[in-house]
């Protein structure tokens, strides 16, 4: 009986690497926030090793996402970041959404819920664990990028409108 399941689990295993997920590899950024924002060369590479892969259009995937569910499970942390923010498609938000997204940026880092605990963790992409310094470096730049809004555009322009159901 112990000897039907395990090769019943086997052959399941086998099965479901047939059915993988499109990957995240577009070189697609139709509105990127580079090309709106200044963004120094440090702040650039800490955004680059510990966010573009879950928010922008291109992911860089370890081996092991060719493995399922293991591969699933990756492509829906992918798809759910890029949701929340995805830095390709920026400025295809109104001034409003994009000043938000910057104060939730901070938000985040400052809570220490970015990057995911899940990317991080086993010793997995070890390079995104941000630093204090990284992280008031991010933070620092989100902050300065709300101010030159602020700035430059109407008040009203920047204020998130209440939506009526």
């Known amino acids: 009986m112990v000897k039907k399941i395990l090769l019943g689990l086997l052959i399941l295993i086998v099965l479901i690497q047939f059915f993988r997920p499109e990957q995240n590899v577009s070189a697609e950024q139709p509105a990127p ?9 440090d702040v650039q590479g800490i955004l680059q090793k510990a966010c573009d892969d879950c928010h922008s259009n291109s992911t860089v995937y370890p081996w ?13 942390h992918i798809e759910d970041g890029k949701r929340h923010l995805n830095f390709d498609e920026f400025t295809n938000l109104p001034l409003a959404r994009q000043n938000h997204k ?8 400052e809570e220490g819920e970015m990057p995911l605990e899940s990317y991080t963790q086993l010793g997995m ?5 941000l ?14 990028q709300m101010a030159m809004l602020k700035s430059t555009y109407p008040a009203d322009s920047l204020i998130m409108k209440r939506r009526n159901h």
Do not use: C, R
């Open 102 to 109: 910057f104060e939730e940026f901070v938000e985040m880092i």
């Open 125 to 129: 992409h070890q390079e995104a664990n």
């Open 64 to 76: 092991y996402a060719n493995i399922q569910p293991v591969g699933w499970w990756m492509n829906s």
């Open 131 to 144: 630093t204090e310094a990284e992280k008031g470096k991010l933070i620092d730049w989100a902050k300065s």
């Open 33 to 41: 926030l580079k090309e709106a924002y200044a963004i120094p060369e």
